[in-house]
């Protein structure tokens, strides 16, 4: 709820519920249809985005935008809500097959649309399938086996503990491994800083605040969700202080 209810203009991490929808829905303005004002993305998630582009073979330069990496299909072993959920629909909104796994369950990112995989499909057979292969597992305990990377595959960790074993997994031909990203993800946020800057806070900017103030108007409560969110909790904190009397 916190999260949900900071302003466009200062959410500097791309999480607040604007532009989280948005990116869900692959809208990519805060202005639709004038299309002027540039969402904001999370810094971990484009971070990794930002390197793919680098990797060869990740990102095909020549095609429009939404078809970069048609294709493509990817596996990413973290769903969480900061790093892995956003980074699969990015991946997605730029035309890979994206295979979302954590510790329950796999998804397909595909064409906008978030699916159940078929019965049968483990994490094995998604990485197998995959030429790139994004790891952000928490744990220290956790090793991805590299028998399961292909050939010319590009791995990114993203965990600050290393999911892979660096020494076995160059051993395969062709490999691209990127062992951390966390110097990019800083530069991510200092972009997304001064696009804060430029979109909303620069003396030229009034016109854009203004322009998003009028075509994103919504209650004053925000969004139907927003105002669930803030009853439910504001009832369960009081029942709990009826509790403790």
């Not at 203009?9 to 869900?24: A, P, Q």
């Not at 001064?194 to 203004?210: E, I, S, V």
Request: net charge positive; with cysteine.
């Amino acid at each position: 709820y916190l999260r949900d209810s900071i302003s466009t203009k200062c959410d500097v991490e791309g999480l607040c519920h604007s532009y989280r929808t948005n990116l869900f829905r692959n809208v990519r303005f805060l202005d639709y249809p004038s299309n002027r004002i540039q969402c904001l993305l999370p810094c971990t998630a484009l971070s990794v985005v930002k390197i793919l582009e680098q990797c060869p073979g990740a990102y095909d330069s020549s095609q429009p935008i939404g078809q970069k990496m048609a294709g493509k299909i990817v596996t990413v072993i973290n769903r969480s809500e900061i790093v892995g959920r956003p980074l699969a629909a990015m991946l997605a909104n730029d035309g890979a097959d994206v295979y979302s796994i954590d510790i329950e369950s796999i998804y397909l990112f595909r064409g906008g649309r978030l699916q159940k995989c078929a019965h049968g499909e483990t994490t094995e057979t998604c990485v197998r399938k995959s030429s790139i292969v994004i790891t952000g597992v928490p744990t220290k305990a956790y090793r991805l086996p590299t028998e399961w990377i292909q050939p010319n595959s590009t791995v990114v960790n993203v965990a600050s503990f290393k999911n892979v074993d660096e020494d076995a997994l160059l051993q395969i031909p062709g490999v691209v491994y990127v062992p951390q990203v966390g110097k990019v993800t800083v530069a991510m946020l200092e972009r997304n800083l001064m696009r804060l800057f430029q979109n909303f806070h620069a003396p030229n900017a009034n016109d854009n605040t203004k322009r998003v103030e009028e075509e994103t108007k919504v209650a004053w409560y925000g969004s139907p969700m927003q105002l669930y969110t803030a009853v439910a909790i504001t009832a369960l904190l009081a029942l709990q202080m009826m509790r403790t009397r």
